[in-house]
């Protein structure tokens, strides 16, 4: 029996030979794409030396710029973790009116380019724009000011939250939450222990693409910014500046850190939940 | 009355789930729902969970009004058809959810779930996450969830249905044992009779969203009181009056069986067992057949019978009458009914007739 399925499955696998060169293609298209392009810029951003290279990254712009990259990050952030989070509760569980076309609306910082979206905030927005005039009357600037900044990397990254955690909400269903309601438990209490823990994983997955898209967005903020130095220049904006200015060493050395987060953020993300994961389902008795 | 359902309604949309519902569950009884998918046992019991609102009636709860009762409050235990177990939370965990919701110290909390998982014949699996257990035991695992915090009821929706058919079989004759050591009053939803029979004290048979009986099983086998019951509660042959008029009388003194002056719509219902196989008339009324068909099935054997009139009547005997007997395929016997129900349409009223 073991024997017969053995040869089964392995008649249905491919041969040796094309598996490597599938495994190969997929290196080779990963190395043309991500690999020497990164390989070529750290290079580049070291060339000068380490010395440097920490200058460039430490000169007071190239701070403010990050801190306020970071900044805009977490705002935009938080609010789409929460906003995604009851989206995604109403997209689920509500029946309504209009939910198949909220459902692809949802999409549409996808579909559209980001500068385009920053010139609709600033139309709407800026001094002159229908809101924007009423709230600058009130005294608060919206465009070029870093609440636009926020408003901006917020619309772009609307989608990563709501499509991610949409699927898991789906999959989970009512039963546990039903469940831990006859056992005692309240709505919030339900909400924590048990909704909360069963779709984390999603819900990690869309704040970490939506943190490291924040983090390199630059065509929305080109737009709402005006790229006012030291007060709304951020990381994408000082890297732009660094290569118009022919001081491209800056640039370089700012890309590499940019870069290095995000892919330091998606790498440990995986890693946290393999490793979450490889202890929950070790048998331990 | 441990729970008391009044005049229960509910309608979603233009289906009318629950119809003017109303039984009692009487205090550490096992109660099954008994009915055919869409007769809306789920529903009457998601009601008296208070995970469904009923739109007209009442629900008590060991004799408090429950109606109003937001889910948490209610005090009942309910188990799932596919276990709901926390996926992310270890057995022990699972347990004591309801423990910890209700704050109870914790070497408190740990004598109990101890004592629940000795009692579901899980120790030694309290650190596994659900997905490292089988069916079987995640379906125990959830009942030991269920009772922890001691409800007042415990309310199990097709418990089973999940299971392959084996595993089936034991966890119910082990509920049944569990009950009788526990003694919390249970009610629990089925589709499947035998099920039914096997674990509890009272059926209420539910059709279209309205009780159609209850009862003790076996009485309510013996004493149906509607075609509906007659034919959910086992295998039956639904007969018309012409052809029980076809019938041979006997002649050693057992009265033949005359039914006059009934109207055509009347129809006669005689279970596959209670029909008696003979070689000979042998006095007593029989109609005179052939044997169309002959299954074996272990310790009984299925005939297939088709009468003179064309009516086609299906025999289950032992297999050892059918040796004795010595039938075969193509074969003419006679055929005796030895009970007969005659349900007439219009009018609530059924004539019991033993031969």
């Known amino acids: ?285 | 009355m441990a729970i008391t359902v009044r005049h229960l309604s509910k309608r979603f949309g233009s289906f009318q789930a629950v119809d003017d519902v109303s039984f009692e569950v009487p205090a550490g009884e096992l109660v099954a729902l008994l009915g055919p998918s869409g007769s809306g046992k789920s529903t009457i019991l998601r009601i008296i969970a208070g995970l469904e609102d009923a739109d007209t009636g009442e629900v008590e709860l060991t004799g408090e009004d429950a109606t109003n009762l937001p889910v948490q409050r209610r005090g009942v235990g309910f188990v799932f058809q596919h276990y709901a177990l926390f996926r992310h939370m270890t057995i022990r965990q699972n347990i004591a959810f309801g423990l910890e919701v209700q704050k109870l110290r914790r070497p408190e909390i740990r004598r109990r779930v101890d004592e629940l998982l000795d009692l579901v014949q899980l120790t030694g699996y309290a650190s596994r996450y659900p997905s490292q257990l089988s069916g079987g035991q995640r379906q125990r695992v959830a009942l030991a969830r269920a009772l922890a915090p001691a409800p007042k009821v415990l309310l199990l929706d097709e418990p089973f249905g999940a299971l392959d058919s084996k595993v089936r079989e034991e966890l119910r004759t082990w509920l049944r044992k569990l009950h009788d050591e526990v003694h919390v009053t249970s009610l629990f939803v089925t589709h499947d009779q035998q099920e039914a029979f096997e674990v509890s004290d009272q059926l209420v048979v539910l059709n279209h969203g309205r009780v159609e009986q209850m009862g003790p099983p076996q009485w309510l086998y013996e004493n149906p009181a509607s075609p509906f019951v007659t034919e959910f509660l086992g295998a039956v042959n639904v007969l018309k009056l012409e052809t029980v008029a076809t019938i041979q009388p006997g002649h050693l003194g057992d009265p033949p069986l005359v039914l006059p002056g009934r109207s055509q719509s009347s129809l006669v219902y005689v279970r596959p067992h209670d029909l008696e196989i003979t070689r000979s008339i042998n006095g007593r009324p029989a109609w005179p057949s052939r044997i169309k068909k002959l299954t074996r099935l272990g310790g009984l054997v299925r005939l297939e019978l088709v009468l003179d009139d064309g009516t086609n009547l299906l025999v289950q005997l032992t297999r050892e009458s059918c040796l004795e007997l010595a039938l075969a395929e193509g074969e003419s016997v006679f055929v005796t009914p030895k009970d007969m129900k005659v349900f007439h349409e219009s009018a609530s009223f059924v004539e019991d007739y033993a031969i």
């Open chain 1, 1 to 285: 029996m073991s024997a017969s399925s053995t040869r089964f499955a392995r008649a249905t696998d491919a041969s040796p030979r094309v598996k490597w060169l599938l495994i190969g293609a997929v290196w080779l298209w990963f190395a043309i794409l991500i690999l020497f392009p990164a390989i070529a810029l750290a290079r580049t951003a070291i060339s000068g030396g380490l010395n440097s290279f920490w200058h460039a990254v430490s000169s007071p712009e190239a701070q403010r710029a990050f801190g306020l990259t970071l900044w805009v990050t977490f705002v935009a952030t938080i609010a789409n973790t929460l906003f995604g989070l009851g989206f995604s509760f109403v997209l689920v569980r509500q029946k309504f009116w209009g939910k198949t076309l909220a459902d692809g609306i949802v999409d549409l910082p996808f579909a559209v380019s980001p500068i385009i979206a920053g010139l609709m905030l600033v139309l709407v927005y800026g001094p002159k724009g229908w809101i924007g005039k009423w709230i600058e009357a009130g005294g608060l600037r919206v465009v070029y000011s870093w609440p636009g900044l926020v408003l901006a990397t917020t619309f772009v990254t609307v989608p990563f939250v709501v499509r991610e955690v949409v699927p898991v909400l789906r999959e989970f269903g009512l039963d546990q939450e039903e469940v831990a309601r006859t056992l005692g438990a309240g709505r919030w209490k339900t909400f924590w222990r048990v909704t909360l823990p069963s779709i984390r994983w999603g819900l990690a997955y869309g704040v970490t693409l939506t943190v490291a898209r924040s983090l390199g967005e630059f065509g929305a903020l080109l737009v709402v910014s005006g790229n006012i130095l030291g007060r709304t220049q951020t990381a994408t904006l000082f890297i732009h500046d660094g290569i118009e200015s022919f001081h491209p060493e800056s640039a370089y050395a700012a890309s590499v850190v940019l870069a290095g987060i995000s892919i330091v953020l998606l790498i440990g993300m995986e890693t946290l939940r393999k490793y979450v994961e490889a202890r929950e389902h070790s048998v331990q008795e």
